[in-house]
């Protein structure tokens, strides 16, 4: 794209993405099971899980969802094929016509995938709030992740969110999967600053052993810890573990709620900073407590009763 970069990052997405659910789309079963999942997001996959002969089914298992299950409440990412391989053109055309609310691009290594993507759904006239989501699976993706990020602040771009590829990343490493993630958290702390630095959201990889319900929760926890604003999923049993780690602790609420009623009082509109129990809070920790209140409120919007219970983790 020719565009110039804008002056000031794009603000991030009020959208909620704490639970990340990946589908084959070729699973009509699992299709049909979403609309009762509390999940944040779906991401309906015609890549890794769709094998080469199936392909053209899972298109139309797509067309055939999008016409009968619009999945209010919930967003809808459809993950393509690379463009370089026989079925990504297909893909986006179908991406096009199905107007998801993004497309997830598998391997991004620079800025020129995401660019090439968001100028061929511009050609095919595909909708403005239509997104790009890039997975960050190689080791050229992580280390452009900065480059491809700034790809977002480009007028008209549709760069919204990254998300990581741990598998891949390892296969290509020869990292192996550890409890604690020890050799891999300096790549994941590289996207989430990358996307923070140009007001985009990441989200966290996948947890293969989707039976190990504690090492799962110690890995959302962690997650959460890092600035990743959700995970990426492959069963309904991890939902509710992810949507109670990515989303406000209840002390957090609290505190958030002080911050803002501190700025309210009479003559702290001009203040920077303002005493709270003996803490200097400046400005800056207001937008973040504002941030914060905002995404409780679309939890209890989205689940009624869900923020009356906010995990009470630090």
């Given at each position: ?234 069963h309904p049993s991890q939902i509710e573990a992810a949507n109670r780690h990515f989303g406000p602790a ?47 409120r679309l939890i209890e919007q989205r689940s009624p009763g869900a923020a009356a219970a906010p995990r009470?983790?630090?």
């Amino acid at each position: 794209m020719s565009q110039s970069a804008s002056q000031n990052p794009p603000s991030r997405t009020a959208r909620l993405r704490r639970s990340v659910l990946s589908v084959p789309a070729i699973n009509r079963r699992a299709l049909d099971k979403l609309s009762s999942l509390d999940c944040d997001a779906v991401i309906f996959d015609l890549e890794d899980s769709v094998s080469p002969e199936k392909k053209a089914e899972a298109r139309e298992n797509l067309r055939a969802f999008f016409a009968a299950s619009p999945l209010p409440g919930k967003e809808r990412i459809i993950r393509i094929n690379a463009l370089s391989s026989n079925f990504g053109a297909e893909d986006l055309a179908l991406v096009a016509e199905l107007e998801p609310d993004a497309v997830l691009l598998p391997k991004v290594d620079e800025p020129q995938d995401v660019t090439d993507v968001s100028d061929r759904l511009t050609e095919a006239d595909a909708p403005e709030d239509l997104r790009i989501w890039a997975m960050i699976e190689t080791p050229r993706g992580v280390l452009n992740a900065a480059a491809i990020a700034e790809a977002g602040r480009t007028a008209g771009s549709r760069l919204d969110c990254f998300v990581v590829g741990l598998n891949d990343l390892r296969k290509e490493t020869g990292v192996l999967p550890q409890p604690g993630r020890t050799y891999v958290v300096p790549w994941l702390m590289q996207v989430v600053l990358a996307v923070s630095a140009y007001g985009l959201e990441a989200i966290d990889s996948v947890f293969n052993d989707f039976k190990d319900a504690e090492a799962f929760t110690a890995e959302c926890s962690q997650g959460g810890a890092m600035g990743f604003a959700g995970k990426m999923l492959i069963h309904p049993s991890q939902i509710e573990a992810a949507n109670r780690h990515f989303g406000p602790a209840e002390a957090a609420i609290a505190e958030a709620e002080a911050i803002i009623s501190a700025f309210a009082e009479p003559g702290a509109g001009t203040l920077n900073v303002v005493n709270l129990g003996g803490r200097m809070v400046e400005r800056l920790h207001l937008v973040q407590a504002e941030r914060l209140i905002h995404k409780a409120r679309l939890i209890e919007q989205r689940s009624p009763g869900a923020a009356a219970a906010p995990r009470t983790e630090a």
